[in-house]
Antibody, heavy 122, light 113 residues
Framework: QVQLVESGGGVVQPGRSLRLSCAAS????????MHWVRQAPGQGLEWVAV????????HYADSVKGRFTISRDNSKNTLYLQMNSLRAEDTAVYSC???????????????WGQGTMVTVSS | DIVMTQSPDSLAVSLGERATINCKSS????????????LAWYQQKPGQSPKLLIY???TRESGVPDRFSGSGSGTDFTLTISSLQAEDVAVYYC?????????FGRGTKVDIK
């Protein structure tokens, strides 16, 4: 079955960087667009970024554009989120997610990881 | 960006009664070429990841009880729980996946009255 396992979270000072990973299994990772979604403590869901199956298309939320970079290594079945210039408002649980069908990433998310907590604090 | 406005923020319904959640998008999410509304509904229980309930505005995900239904088109959508069960206590989110940046509603908390 589909498994998405995030890692790399932790406590980091404002202005510093962190890289998150999402290890995927149970499906042909290289055929699926992949997303990052975050949820601040006690708050709602916020979509962060998407990358196409072949890495040619990437899109970001306005709140992270220019600071975060989504990437993937299809040989390692792993999705990444490089987060630079972190701010207190980036504090959240970060989860990776995918849609049910290969190809287009314009789909609902039927698979989610459990998430990794990122805390930005001095 | 498309803004998703959910209402109400919270509601309490008696067991066995109907719960209705509304979601309005600031732009149409209907793609006329395939006549599909790029709108989904999720259920999130405390400490858990969101669970997909409805996609394409009205298609129930496999395994989701048929008391959950979605309706609407264009900019106005509704999630209905026809007969609320104790296990339905959760926060529900609508989500548009038509335009990037994809966006979610702020969530509706459903409780038992």
């Amino acid at each position: 079955q589909v498994q998405l396992v995030e890692s790399g979270g932790g406590v980091v000072q404002p202005g510093r960087s962190l890289r998150l990973s999402c290890a995927a299994s149970g499906f042909t990772f290289s055929s699926y667009g992949m997303h990052w979604v975050r949820q601040a403590p006690g708050q709602g869901l916020e979509w962060v970024a998407v990358i196409s199956d072949d890495e040619t298309n990437k899109h970001y939320a306005d709140s992270v554009k220019g600071r975060f970079t989504i990437s993937r290594d299809n040989s390692k079945n792993t999705l990444y989120l490089q987060m630079n210039s972190l701010r207190a408002e980036d504090t959240a649980v970060y989860s990776c997610a995918k849609g049910p069908n290969s190809g287009s990433f314009y789909q609902a998310f039927d698979s989610w990881g459990q998430g990794t907590m990122v805390t930005v604090s001095s | 960006d498309i803004v998703m406005t959910q209402s109400p923020d919270s509601l309490a319904v008696s067991l066995g009664e109907r719960a209705t959640i509304n979601c309005k998008s600031s732009q149409s999410v209907l793609y006329r070429s395939n006549n599909k509304n790029y709108l989904a509904w999720y259920q999130q229980k405390p400490g858990q990841s969101p669970k997909l309930l409805i996609y394409w505005a009205s298609t129930r995900e496999s395994g989701v009880p048929d008391r959950f239904s979605g309706s609407g088109s264009g900019t106005d959508f509704t999630l209905t729980i026809s007969s609320l069960q104790a296990e339905d206590v959760a926060v529900y989110y609508c989500h548009q996946y038509y335009y990037t940046p994809f966006t979610f509603g702020r969530g509706t908390k459903v409780d038992i009255k």
